[in-house]
């Protein structure tokens, strides 16, 4: 038991590094943000592949089926940081912004035979945007608008799991987590004429709620050196709270006198979509594993505030059709010459994976961006006197968003894990 409680000290004294931005793009202004991506540094070298993965030596937290896996002997650590660069472009116009973030961290140990635990801390939706726009005001040019969106905050996501094999092949589980986190996002438009009257809106909420994630597998032999696994989840959704408001203030600059309005409050509550996955993985030899995901979101059901025109008087509600439903399908796969050699070579595990999604947001009538993705990645073993389970996982990703008539963004990501393989539950036997 201390060395359980001794996992929650770690990963609870991460919880202050993981709640950084993980973002800069002005997309995250919409909707709860960008959604982040969940899975661990081994599935990040295939791409996020995880629905169908099984591996007693690493935490897949994607399907809570997988913790049935984990080995007797062993207790599994799992942290990961990311480091990325991320070009933006819009009617010919380039800039870049560089971003680095604590991402997640992750543990898992068997509890007794077929049941598996295991805990963690990731990232839901990220908020980072600081950009202005500058124009003149009809044709005279006499007179300029300048608008300023800023925006920061995020959705983070503790989780305790559990999965249990229930017979020879299948596994069920479940994860139940704890959503918190905060937002603010700043709009202002201010004006070079001193007669027109500068205004301000934020938008605020402050989201502390649950999320049930559920999950199965099936292990079936095809050959002697041939396994499939089939995997789903289902994710609950719901309301989430967070009291969504915002704050009008308007300056008026000949009087000097500001007036503000509060709109919105205990009475909105933001959602979380209900969302289903499917995925395939084929192990052959021990050495190659290939699979297939496929996960929809249904955000086009979930409403969001928005500030409207009602009677001549402002007001702020939930609307619907600003989000769309979301789809995304993963390819990816990894090799492994021999995992239990004596050559380190022999012992690296090259992935691969490519991904596509369809917007989540609707962005002023329009489709939102699309998510065009792939990584390649390593599983580098480390081996010394007192552990040879240990894997340093490194991968480069590259993610493009793109939409009709709005900004590009083509972002390359260096993804960093460690996973953390100890003997704690071994008995020693002394002669």
Known sequence: MKKIFMAFLLLSGTVGA????????????????????????????????????????????????????????????????SIQKTNFEENGKKMNANNADFEYVVAAFRLTKGLGLSLGLLP????????????????????????????????????????????????????????????????????????MTDLTKVYSANVKSYKLDLGMQYTHQLKKDQLLTLGATFSLGHEIGGSPRCLVISNNKQTGVSDSIKLGGDALKLEIPMAIGVGAMLQTQN??????????????????????????????????????????????????????GRKFLSRIRYRAGVSYATPYLNINGKNGPREYSASLGFGI???????????????????????????TENTFRLNIGLTFNEQWFQKWKFR
Request: proline content about 2%; overall charge neutral; some cysteine.
């Open 124 to 195: 839901f939706t990220n908020i980072g945007y600081n950009y202005s726009v500058s124009d003149y005001i009809g044709n005279s040019r006499s007179a300029s608008f300048t608008n300023t969106y800023s925006g920061t905050g995020g959705i983070r996501q503790a989780y305790l799991g559990a999965g249990w094999e229930v017979s020879k092949g299948l596994s069920v589980g479940a994860n139940i987590s704890y959503l918190w986190g905060d937002y603010e996002k700043k709009l202002t438009n201010t004006y070079s004429d001193n007669y």
């Open 381 to 407: 073993p480390i081996i010394n006197g007192w552990n040879n389970r240990s894997i340093l996982n490194i991968s480069g990703q590259w993610v493009r968003n793109d939409a009709s008539s709005m900004i």
């Open 287 to 340: 050495k190659w594993k290939v699979g297939i995901d496929y996960t929809l979101q249904r955000w086009g059901s979930v409403k969001m505030p928005e500030t409207i025109m009602k009677n001549e008087t402002m007001d702020y509600q939930l609307q619907t059709g600003l989000l769309k439903d979301r789809h995304k399908l993963t390819l990816g796969g990894e090799y492994c010459a021999n995992p239990t």
């Open 18 to 81: 993981s709640a950084q931005s993980g973002t800069n793009s002005p997309y995250s202004q919409y909707g709860l943000g960008v959604l982040a991506d969940q899975s661990s540094g081994f599935s990040r070298g295939m791409n996020g592949l995880a629905l169908g993965f099984r591996d007693s030596k690493q935490v897949n937290a994607l399907n809570p089926a997988s913790y049935s896996s984990v080995d007797s002997l062993t207790f599994i650590f799992d942290a990961g940081y």
